[in-house]
């Protein structure tokens, strides 16, 4: 009988709103992937639009729960990490990737978006999650992030071209990470949306575009993430993962557009079937 793969993912819980962990594992689950999880806080809801959301931070129980998983001897063929509960966490992940040495390290560095770091982050955030970038194998920011991260200055989507892009992966990839794919990228004057890759290894991009759909959903992000991770641990190349996950995302967005009383979050649910289809399974 084959093995099941088994990975982990570190990330919040928001207990209302679709995103982070409410996300990450259920796609991950009905990916056929056994996932285990360490949230890095509890929040109400996440902070995309709620007001007077409450926040617990898990911070002390990270090496807890680390020091427990080493005496039972777990491994994981991948570690996916996102929104982290303070900066500190990063350091105790590069400590946890150390330790388990997990087959695949993602890292999607979720702390901003639309120019700016999400409420309830200070600054002290941006190098503790560019450390962590340093030692992905795969780094999935956004385009404020990126800039966040390599210092090159942000730039709105629709105001760049090929060649700024590219001079963000690169960055990426020379403070450390293995591989790099910006998503949401929109050139100016394209009518398109989507990811660039870079791998350090060969010095090749690979890109995938679908249409630009006029709406912003929340928790999108974490949805490419996790669909691209899983695909990437299922076996599939960084190129039909990246496709696999844009597919995902937009057919996410398209099942909520029209849906006014879900502005929070997108029906992922209604698109796993699909998602299991496109991914032969
Ligand atoms: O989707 C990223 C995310 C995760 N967790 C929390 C958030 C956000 C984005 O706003 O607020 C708590």
Not at 86 to 93: G, R, T, V
Request: with cysteine.
């Amino acid at each position: 009988m084959q093995k099941q793969k088994r990975v982990v993912t570190i990330q919040d819980i928001s207990c209302f709103g679709k995103c982070s962990l409410t996300v990450a594992l259920p796609l991950l689950s009905a990916m056929g992937l056994e996932c285990a999880i360490i949230p890095t806080a509890v929040l109400s809801t996440h902070t995309g639009g709620f007001k007077g959301w409450t926040f617990r931070d898990l911070t002390e129980d990270i090496p807890e729960v680390s020091a427990h998983w080493q005496k039972e001897g777990l491994t994981f063929d991948g570690l996916y990490t996102g929104y982290l509960g303070s900066p500190l966490q990063a350091a105790m992940i590069c400590d946890f990737v150390r330790d388990f040495k997990p087959g695949l390290v993602f890292v999607d560095p979720a702390m901003a978006d639309n120019g700016k770091l999400y409420a309830g982050f200070s600054d002290e955030i941006v190098p503790a999650m560019a450390n962590l970038c340093a030692m992905a194998d795969m780094v999935v920011p956004n385009i404020t992030e990126a800039s966040l991260i390599t210092g090159i200055p942000y730039r709105a989507p629709g105001e760049y071209d090929e060649a700024y892009i590219k001079s963000q992966l690169q960055a990426l990839v020379e403070m450390g990470a293995k591989q790099a794919a910006i998503t949401g990228v929109r050139y100016a004057g394209s009518d398109q949306q989507g990811i660039v890759s870079l791998n350090s290894a060969n010095g090749e991009y690979v890109e995938y575009y679908t249409e630009n759909l006029p709406v912003s959903c929340h928790g999108t992000g974490d949805v490419y993430a996790s669909t691209m991770f899983g695909a990437m641990i299922r076996g599939k190349t960084v190129e039909e993962a990246l496709k696999l996950a844009a597919d995902n995302t937009v057919r996410c967005i398209r099942a909520t557009m029209g849906d006014e009383g879900h502005w929070y979050g997108v029906r992922f649910e209604d698109c796993i079937p699909a998602l299991i289809r496109d991914l032969g399974l």
